[in-house]
């Protein structure tokens, strides 16, 4: 059975850090490419980064490229995502994804692969 919780959104200042974290079972740890998406409202969902099953390939949406950072713990069976100088056009609700596609989709959840419940992450001042 393939689990993911998200954890670690909240209420950010501009310029501010966070940490997303995203424990997934051992199944879809090791089978499937592990991505994080965000759904902002009225907006399409996004692919922000994904990185593949052995860590050996990692992309980068551009709008995140250089401040976002996508890791893996193999020990942990967790993915993170640290955004750094976060932006008010961040704020959306973030999802942790196993197998997922790599474009654009109208909705994350109905999209293709397995979808953690989602955390808000909100950037204002």
């Known amino acids: 059975q393939v689990q993911l919780v998200e954890s670690g959104g909240g209420l950010v200042q501009p310029g501010g850090s966070l940490r997303l974290s995203c424990a997934a079972s051992e199944y879809a740890f090791s089978n499937y490419a592990m991505g994080w998406y965000r759904q902002a409202p009225g907006k399409e969902c996004e692919l922000l980064a994904v990185?593949?099953?052995?860590?050996?390939?990692?992309i980068y949406a551009d709008s995140v490229k250089g401040r976002f950072t996508i890791s893996r713990d193999n020990a942990k069976n967790t993915i993170y995502l640290q955004m750094n100088s976060l932006k008010p056009e961040d704020t959306a609700v973030y999802y942790c994804?196993?197998?997922?596609?790599?474009?654009?989709?109208?909705?994350?959840?109905?999209?293709?692969?397995?979808w953690g419940q989602g955390t808000q992450v909100t950037v204002s001042s």
């Open positions: 994804n196993a197998g997922g596609p790599r474009t654009v989709q109208p909705i994350c959840v109905t999209a293709r692969g397995y």
């Open positions: 990185i593949t099953s052995a860590g050996s390939s990692i």
